[in-house]
């Protein structure tokens, strides 16, 4: 039976009650929650916003990068109606391991900061009664953790995350928090694969329940007509003169799925669902059977405040913005999004690339940056990686495919960021992946995983696995920067070459220059607004030589939050954006550009 990790939505026979607001809060500094059962409630908590990184709120710094556990407590009022159903608190994410009491009763582990799990309370609940709802969240790094880095003890005592990686260890109740009711006999998942057939759609669905009662799929269109309909768990619906799902034209019908027991309806369940297919021939990709050029951009879920907590209002500026520039694409980058920004995507006909969380599988005794520079790079020569992080990644796919599979948006998977697919001792590793992904997803969408600079061409050893190339490349900026940046094009013309022999699609998932916000400088010097328009120029005239590269994400949207460090400046500046959304010189160019390339560029 699939994890239940349905989207919670109210219907004729479900309920849905948000537990979003100020939730009481503890950090354990003394380790002490266990032993003193605060599992039973909290004494003495402050109160916190869920959801939201509960990092910068805090004025303090030991709060800020507190590593550890922290305690969430809140009340659930259970009315006795919702006693035959079956009672779940939904939790969109926690991060990074979360551990759910309800009245003093384990009811829930989970593993991984970016996926939905469920919290079952059937046997603990006390109804038409308040009930203690507490999370244990621990938010340290490791080498079994994804994303990947260390947890030190400094000699004061205190702990402190190492992230290998370049963006900040938010953690917390990140996303949403729901309680959700549904009949006993239940739709648990379903999936919909897409053919054309001349003007006609034929869409296979296969649904999961929980009982044997007859299942109906009924189809409606944007104006709520009925336009198809199918009986059993499994089936090919016929769409007629079917409207498809088409970049930045989305259109998206309404499936309904329904269990009844002759008139009597037992559950149902409403998802708007964009017909298309995705394939990749030769060095293309086809979204419909048409070819497809990728413009936008690496994303961080990021913002002020509320650092990594989904954030409603950023999601609408993020994708007005992106409308503004002429962006048809972005990869989650580096770990799955808000399901909310799927639905966005679904909605607005935006390209996802999905990325699971697993970035910083890279050996390295420091943290992201002598990562990058290669010095020591080893990691899946470790056996342990081999056990207890492929197997949590592996479980990270199966939770990926099956939250995200049914989103229109979702055309690609991206595995892994910038892991050392150098040695001998990942190939293996990175086979396991893309097996499973390939076996899991009934569209076949094309898999990947973002390159790293250091794995060129003859150097790379898994890159034969991907359906599509994608190349994070600094032609200009970690390397040869400056008034270097000929030589740089140079060495990215030469490389590029390189990649030509594989005959397959490339897209370039990160390009970018650091660039402070108000510097400006003519002629450009490295950090200045006018800097990152070189830099862009550059890049996109390398681009436009070869055929086979048919996508570019630029690194990154916005400047977003990073550990401190000699190369950052209270983050990392090489957003086209602030992060208060608003636009570096670069962004006008950029808009320029895209709006001049057609969808089928290089088709
Ligand atoms: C790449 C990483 C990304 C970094 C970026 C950078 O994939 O997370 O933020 O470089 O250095 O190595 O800006």
């Given at each position: 039976?699939?994890n239940k990790l349905?989207?919670?939505?109210?219907?004729?026979?479900?309920?849905?009650?948000s537990?979003d607001?100020m939730?009481?809060?503890?950090f354990d500094?003394?380790?002490?929650?266990?032993a003193?059962?605060?599992k039973n409630?909290l004494k003495d908590?402050?109160k916190i916003?869920?959801?939201?990184?509960?990092?910068?709120?805090?004025?303090d710094?030991?709060?800020?990068?507190?590593?550890?556990?922290?305690w969430y407590?809140?009340?659930?009022?259970?009315?006795?109606e919702w006693?035959?159903?079956?009672?779940?608190?939904?939790f969109d994410?926690?991060?990074?391991f979360?551990?759910?009491?309800?009245?003093?009763?384990?009811?829930?582990?989970?593993?991984g900061?970016?996926l939905?799990?469920?919290a079952n309370i059937n046997?603990?609940?006390?109804f038409?009664?308040?009930?203690?709802?507490v999370?244990?969240?621990?938010?340290?790094?490791?080498r079994q953790t994804?994303?990947?880095?260390?947890?030190?003890?400094?000699?004061?005592?205190?702990?402190?995350?190492?992230?290998y990686?370049?963006?900040?260890?938010?953690?917390g109740?990140?996303?949403s928090?729901?309680?959700?009711?549904?009949?006993?006999?239940?739709?648990?998942?379903?999936?919909v694969n897409?053919?054309?057939?001349?003007?006609?759609?034929?869409?296979?669905?296969?649904?999961?329940?929980?009982?044997e009662?007859?299942?109906y799929?009924?189809?409606y269109?944007?104006?709520g007509?009925e336009?198809?309909s199918?009986k059993?768990k499994e089936g090919?619906?016929?769409?007629?003169n079917?409207?498809l799902?088409?970049?930045?034209?989305?259109y998206?019908y309404t499936?309904k799925f329904e269990?009844?027991d002759?008139?009597?309806?037992?559950d149902?369940?409403?998802?708007?669902?964009g017909?298309r297919?995705v394939?990749?021939?030769?060095?293309?990709?086809?979204i419909?059977?048409?070819?497809?050029y990728?413009?936008?951009?690496?994303k961080h879920?990021?913002s002020?405040?509320?650092?990594?907590g989904?954030?409603?209002?950023?999601?609408k500026?993020d994708?007005e913005?992106?409308?503004?520039?002429?962006?048809?694409?972005?990869?989650?980058?580096?770990?799955?999004?808000?399901?909310?920004?799927y639905?966005?995507?679904d909605r607005e006909?935006?390209?996802?690339i999905?990325e699971?969380?697993?970035?910083?599988?890279f050996?390295?005794?420091?943290?992201?940056?002598d990562?990058?520079?290669?010095?020591?790079?080893?990691f899946f020569?470790?056996p342990e990686?081999h056990?207890?992080?492929?197997?949590?990644?592996l479980?990270?796919?199966?939770?990926?495919?099956?939250?995200?599979?049914n989103?229109?948006?979702?055309?690609?998977?991206s595995?892994?960021n910038?892991?050392?697919?150098?040695?001998?001792s990942s190939?293996s590793?990175?086979e396991?992946?893309?097996?499973?992904a390939h076996?899991?997803?009934?569209?076949?969408?094309?898999?990947t995983f973002?390159?790293?600079?250091?794995?060129?061409?003859?150097v790379?050893?898994?890159?034969?696995?991907?359906?599509?190339?994608s190349l994070n490349?600094?032609?200009?900026w970690y390397?040869k920067?400056?008034?270097?940046?000929s030589d740089?094009?140079?060495?990215?013309?030469?490389?590029?070459?390189?990649?030509?022999k594989y005959d397959k699609?490339?897209?370039?998932?990160?390009?970018g220059?650091d660039?402070y916000?108000?510097?400006?400088?003519l002629p450009?010097?490295?950090?200045?607004e006018?800097?990152q328009?070189?830099?862009?120029?550059m890049?996109?005239?390398?681009?436009d030589s070869?055929d086979f590269?048919v996508g570019?994400?630029?690194?990154?949207?916005a400047?977003?939050q990073?550990?401190e460090?000699?190369?950052r400046v209270?983050?990392n500046k090489k957003?086209?954006?602030?992060?208060?959304r608003?636009?570096?010189?670069?962004?006008?160019k950029?808009?320029?550009?895209?709006?001049?390339l057609?969808?089928g560029?290089k088709?």
């Open positions: 039976m699939a349905l989207y919670p939505r109210n219907s004729a026979t479900r309920r849905v009650v537990m607001g939730w009481n809060f503890k500094y003394k380790q002490e929650g266990e003193k059962d605060w409630g908590p402050i916003p869920v959801p939201a990184s509960f990092n910068d709120f805090f004025v710094k030991d709060s800020r990068e507190y590593a550890g556990d922290v407590e809140t009340k659930l009022y259970v009315p006795s006693k035959d159903m079956d009672l779940d608190i939904r994410a926690a991060t990074h979360a551990t759910v009491y309800v009245n003093g009763v384990e009811v829930a582990q989970h593993k900061g970016f939905p799990f469920n046997e603990v609940v006390k038409d009664a308040e009930n203690t709802v999370v244990k969240i621990n938010n340290e790094l490791s994804l994303p990947i880095g260390q947890t030190i003890t400094l000699e004061n005592g205190k702990k402190m995350v190492k992230p990686f370049d963006f900040f260890n938010y953690a109740l990140q996303r928090v729901r309680f959700v009711a549904t009949p006993k006999e239940s739709i648990v998942d379903f999936t897409h053919h054309l057939d001349g003007e006609d759609a034929r869409v296979d669905y296969l649904v999961e329940t929980t009982g009662s007859q299942v799929v009924t189809v269109d944007e104006d007509i336009v198809a199918a059993g090919t619906i016929l769409v007629k079917a409207r799902w088409n970049v930045l034209d989305a998206l499936f269990i009844k002759g008139d009597r309806l037992i149902e369940y409403k998802q708007e669902i017909i297919t394939e990749v021939k030769g060095t293309k990709i086809y419909n059977n048409k070819p497809v990728l413009k936008g951009f690496g879920e990021d002020d405040v509320v650092g990594r989904f954030n409603i209002g950023i999601m500026r994708f913005l992106m409308k503004w520039i002429g962006a048809n694409s972005f990869r989650t980058s580096h770990y799955p999004y808000s399901e909310e920004i639905q966005m995507a006909g935006f390209i996802i999905d699971t969380p697993a970035v910083g599988l050996e390295s005794l420091m943290n992201f940056l990562a990058s520079k290669g010095s020591e790079v080893k020569d470790n990686v056990k207890e992080t492929l197997d949590h990644h479980q990270v796919i199966r939770d990926l495919i099956t939250r995200d599979k989103y229109a948006s979702v055309c690609m998977w595995l892994l910038e892991p050392d697919s150098t040695t001998d190939v590793y990175f396991a992946l893309f097996d499973l076996e899991l997803d009934v569209q076949k969408r094309p898999r973002a390159n790293i600079m250091m794995a060129p061409p003859g790379c050893k898994c890159s034969h696995l991907c359906d599509v190339i490349r600094y032609y200009g390397t920067g400056g008034y270097e940046m740089a094009e140079n060495g990215f013309r030469k490389e590029l070459d390189e990649w030509a699609p490339v897209i370039f998932t990160e390009y220059a660039t916000s108000g510097e400006h400088k450009s010097v490295m950090w200045s006018e800097y328009v070189d830099y862009l120029d890049q996109h005239s390398v681009f070869y590269v570019e994400q630029v690194w990154n949207f400047d977003f990073t550990t460090g000699i190369m209270n983050g957003g086209i954006f602030t992060r208060n608003q636009p570096k010189l670069a962004a006008y950029l808009k320029q550009r895209w709006e001049s057609p969808i560029f088709g």
